[in-house]
């Protein structure tokens, strides 16, 4: 009976191994489940080569990366250092980001340096005062200098052309004594007005302010300039009539050139016009 019975009960299926899949090596019970995980982790190897060769061949990418990087940790650093003030290199002290300033609590690190900060800040803000207040009073000083060397080398030229134009109006060279008479009321009036140009122009020949030689010596040259156009213009010397009219502007006179001018223009006409009427 229990041979009977035996022979009743189904045969068991032969047991398959499962689909490739990573498993823990404690669950493997069957010499095929190990030829298939082994399968499995060379098929990946494979592929995870295959992807670090890849990566390895494209140096260009991996080198602008790590290029970005440095310059990135260059940034960092600087922007720590300005804000901290620090001067090392490290970025970050006691697992906080010095960079920052702010702990995890949202406390600042630098509450108890915000004083000496500020006794910094001042203190350079001070220094800066004085050396910008010194800088300003030298830039005045070198004005000043400036200033009283251009006074002293118009003086000077006021003198020289007083003394050549006197020489000249001597010499009866009157070009010269033109060219002079410009040279000297080229000088600015507060100058020729002035006490070092009082003190330094006149000479024994010349005693009086420098204005008022100037001024004697161009009245000299105005009556000298009119009596020659004058009797040039009755001799109808027209060379020497153009040649003192020229001489007027040099000194400053252009209206009593061309008044003078004028006048000879008229008597021309008039001359002319008398004449006509005795020949008819």
Same mark, same amino acid.
């Given at each position: 009976? @229990?041979?009977?019975?035996?022979?009743?009960?189904?045969?068991?299926?032969?047991?398959?191994?499962?689909?490739?899949?990573?498993?823990?090596?404690?669950?493997?019970?069957?010499?095929?489940?190990?030829? $298939?995980?082994?399968?499995?982790?060379?098929?990946?190897?494979?592929?995870?080569?295959?992807?670090?060769?890849?990566?390895? /061949?494209?140096? $260009?990418?991996?080198?602008? *990366?790590?290029?970005?990087?440095?310059?990135?940790?260059?940034?960092?650093?600087?922007?720590?250092? @300005?804000?901290?003030?620090?001067?090392?290199?490290?970025?970050?002290?006691?697992?906080?980001?010095?960079?920052?300033?702010?702990?995890?609590?949202?406390?600042?690190?630098?509450?108890?340096?915000? %004083?000496?900060?500020?006794?910094?800040? !001042?203190?350079?803000?001070?220094?800066?005062?004085?050396?910008?207040?010194?800088?300003?009073?030298?830039?005045?000083?070198?004005?000043?200098?400036?200033?009283?060397?251009?006074?002293?080398? %118009?003086?000077?030229?006021l003198k020289n052309a007083l003394q050549t134009l006197s020489n000249a109006i001597a010499k009866d060279d009157w070009e010269s004594?033109?060219?002079?008479?410009? !040279?000297?009321?080229?000088?600015?009036?507060?100058?020729?007005?002035?006490?070092? $140009?009082?003190?330094?122009?006149?000479?024994?020949?010349?005693?009086?302010?420098?204005?008022?030689?100037? %001024?004697?010596?161009?009245?000299?040259?105005?009556?000298?300039?009119?009596? /020659?156009?004058? $009797?040039? *213009?009755?001799?109808?010397? %027209?060379?020497?009539?153009?040649?003192?009219?020229?001489?007027?502007?040099?000194?400053?006179?252009?209206?009593?050139?061309?008044? /003078?001018?004028?006048?000879?223009?008229?008597?021309?006409?008039?001359?002319?016009?008398?004449?006509?009427?005795?020949?008819?």
């Amino acid at each position: 009976m @229990q041979s009977v019975a035996s022979s009743s009960q189904p045969t068991p299926l032969p047991t398959r191994p499962p689909s490739p899949s990573l498993l823990d090596p404690r669950a493997i019970t069957h010499p095929d489940q190990i030829t $298939a995980q082994l399968a499995l982790l060379t098929r990946r190897e494979a592929e995870l080569s295959l992807s670090l060769n890849a990566l390895v /061949a494209d140096r $260009a990418q991996i080198d602008g *990366a790590l290029g970005h990087l440095k310059h990135l940790g260059t940034e960092v650093e600087k922007l720590a250092s @300005q804000v901290d003030g620090s001067r090392g290199n490290a970025l970050f002290t006691n697992h906080y980001p010095r960079g920052l300033g702010l702990q995890p609590n949202g406390q600042d690190l630098y509450e108890e340096e915000d %004083e000496g900060l500020v006794e910094r800040v !001042r203190r350079v803000w001070e220094t800066s005062e004085r050396v910008g207040g010194k800088v300003r009073r030298l830039d005045e000083e070198v004005g000043r200098v400036r200033e009283a060397t251009d006074i002293v080398t %118009e003086v000077l030229e006021l003198k020289n052309a007083l003394q050549t134009l006197s020489n000249a109006i001597a010499k009866d060279d009157w070009e010269s004594a033109s060219r002079a008479c410009r !040279r000297a009321m080229s000088v600015r009036t507060e100058v020729i007005q002035g006490g070092f $140009a009082g003190g330094v122009v006149p000479t024994p020949q010349f005693p009086l302010p420098p204005a008022q030689t100037l %001024e004697e010596l161009r009245n000299v040259l105005l009556y000298t300039f009119r009596t /020659a156009f004058n $009797a040039a *213009a009755e001799r109808k010397d %027209e060379q020497n009539v153009s040649r003192f009219f020229r001489l007027w502007p040099g000194i400053g006179a252009e209206d009593e050139g061309l008044e /003078a001018y004028g006048d000879f223009v008229v008597g021309l006409v008039k001359g002319r016009s008398s004449t006509a009427g005795k020949r008819e």
